[in-house]
């Protein structure tokens, strides 16, 4: 951690990721995913204006988040493989977010919730 913001966002995004957990562990699975994703979403977004990368078009709307982690990419905030790491979490959120409950399971969401905690860790914002 570099600031006391980036200590409150870890902080905050850490309460958010332990809600996930004790939905996951309470069969909450899809609420869990929706979480996560959601932490994820806000941490790409934060990570940017660390980075000085634009978060809105610029017609003024906002960037989606996949747009976002490529630009992360591209600014060398984190490499390529990790990238598709997101991307991948992203669409378990999205499928999550819709409806589309049969295409991951509970072993993925666990995945997810410690992967992007770790990311979390890893790049603070």
């Not at 204006?49 to 060398?76: E, F, H, I, Q, R």
Request: glycine content about 6%; proline content about 1%.
């Amino acid at each position: 951690m570099e600031t006391v913001v980036e200590m409150v966002h870890a902080d905050t995004h850490s309460d958010y990721l332990d809600m996930a957990e004790t939905l996951l562990q309470s069969g909450y699975k899809d609420a869990a995913a929706v979480i996560t994703g959601t932490s994820l979403e806000v941490h790409v977004r934060t990570l940017c204006v660390k980075y000085g990368v634009d978060t809105k078009l610029a017609s003024g709307a906002p960037k989606k988040a996949d747009v976002m982690n490529a630009d992360l990419k591209k600014a060398d905030v984190y490499d390529g493989l990790r990238q598709k790491q997101i991307t991948a979490w992203m669409d378990l959120r999205n499928k999550a977010a819709h409806g589309d409950y049969q295409s991951y399971d509970e072993h993925q969401v666990r995945m997810f919730i410690d992967g992007v905690r770790d990311f979390m860790l890893k790049y603070s914002a």
